[in-house]
Nanobody, 126 residues
Framework: QVQLVESGGNLVQPGESLRLSCAAPGFSLDAYATGWFRQAPGKEREGIICIEGRDGGTYHQDSVKGRFTISRDKAKNTVYLQMDSLKPEDTAVYYC???????????????????WGQGTLVTVSS
């Protein structure tokens, strides 16, 4: 069973940056799509950004366009979420997920993902 481990969540002020990491011991993230999701209190989990396996194509929701970037380090077998210009509305638990499929097609649908991390809390507040 694939195990994903997120890290990097923290309390930051509006406008600051944060980088989250998603590691997958024993599983090659490079071959499959990996997505980042977030769930704010009282809201449903939403997919915000995705990176495809192999060619590394990326896709993102409009809410994070120009602020969030997803990348992958093949040597470290880790996917990163770089978050810049953070806003209070970005406050949420952030999850990474992977699927046994290399494309990001329909990444916003949480039911299409096979393995999830435990989540890491990001709080944006002054």
């Amino acid at each position: 069973q694939v195990q994903l481990v997120e890290s990097g969540g923290n309390l930051v002020q509006p406008g600051e940056s944060l980088r989250l990491s998603c590691a997958a011991p024993g599983f090659s993230l490079d071959a499959y799509a990996t997505g980042w999701f977030r769930q704010a209190p009282g809201k449903e989990r939403e997919g915000i950004i995705c990176i495809e396996g192999r060619d590394g194509g990326t896709y993102h929701q409009d809410s994070v366009k120009g602020r969030f970037t997803i990348s992958r380090d093949k040597a470290k077998n880790t996917v990163y979420l770089q978050m810049d210009s953070l806003k209070p509305e970005d406050t949420a638990v952030y999850y990474c997920a992977t699927r046994r499929f290399e494309y990001c097609t329909g990444y916003g649908h949480v039911g299409t993902w096979d393995a999830w991390g435990q989540g890491t809390l990001v709080t944006v507040s002054s």
